[in-house]
T-cell receptor, first 113, second 113 residues
Framework: EDKVVQSPLSLVVHEGDTVTLNCSYE??????LLWYKQEKKAPTFLFML????IEKKSGRLSSILDKKELFSILNITATQTGDSAVYLC?????????????FGKGTHLIIQP | ETGVTQTPRHLVMGMTNKKSLKCEQH?????MYWYKQSAKKPLELMFV???????ENNSVPSRFSPECPNSSHLFLHLHTLQPEDSALYLC????????????FGSGTQLSVL
């Protein structure tokens, strides 16, 4: 059975801090790992990672995948209160598409002013 | 605005009621999904529709009945629900069934009394 474990489950930091969110996984026939940000209700897509060691970057957010050690990290630098959200990690099984997505429980990040 | 609209935003129903959740996507996608999100649990896939055809039913109880009249609209009909069905119900769409990149609606927060 595919498995995704995110840590920490919750995190409180001050504005301006840098945070690192972790996602480890076990999946049969790995295809990709995805990060989503869930503010209020609707998760929104952040990154899709398929290759090991290649960093994806968008502004202050970046993510990298280690396919050998079966984990990914999501980094947020110079955090702002608008970064407060639940960050979801999901892994996709080859041939599964969204049918083959397994989500983690999420990391609830709170940025204090 | 993610291009996926869900109504209603909130719903309170008794165990003997019948209600329906509605989802509409304006992205020209071919696949649509229903997910259930309960507190402290990962997102659970309920149903998948690809080109209006149901391709996945993850052992969901028959008190949940999906309907997909066309590629842009998706419904979830609810009847004789149980209190443990209280959760956030999220609709999502993707370009095709083989894409793990999902676009989510804002969800319906359902409370069953």
């Amino acid at each position: 059975e595919d498995k995704v474990v995110q840590s920490p489950l919750s995190l409180v930091v001050h504005e301006g801090d840098t945070v690192t969110l972790n996602c480890s996984y076990e999946v049969t026939n790995f295809r990709s790992l995805l990060w989503y940000k869930q503010e209020k209700k609707a998760p929104t897509f952040l990154f899709m990672l398929t290759s090991s060691g290649i960093e994806k970057k968008s502004g202050r957010l970046s993510s990298i995948l280690d396919k050998k050690e079966l984990f990914s990290i999501l980094n947020i630098t110079a955090t702002q209160t608008g970064d407060s959200a639940v960050y979801l990690c999901a892994v996709e099984r080859s041939g599964g598409g969204a049918d083959g997505l397994t989500f983690g429980k999420g990391t609830h990040l709170i940025i204090q002013p | 605005e993610t291009g996926v609209t869900q109504t209603p935003r909130h719903l309170v129903m008794g165990m003997t009621n019948k209600k329906s959740l509605k989802c509409e996507q304006h992205l020209g996608h071919n696949a649509m999904y229903w997910y259930k999100q309960s507190a402290k649990k990962p997102l659970e896939l309920m149903f998948v529709y690809n080109f209006k055809e149901q391709t996945e039913n993850n052992s969901v109880p028959s008190r949940f009945s999906p309907e997909c009249p066309n590629s842009s609209h998706l419904f979830l009909h609810l009847h004789t629900l149980q209190p443990e069905d209280s959760a956030l119900y999220l609709c999502a769409s993707s370009q095709g069934r083989d894409s793990g990149k999902l676009f989510f609606g804002s969800g319906t927060q359902l409370s069953v009394l």
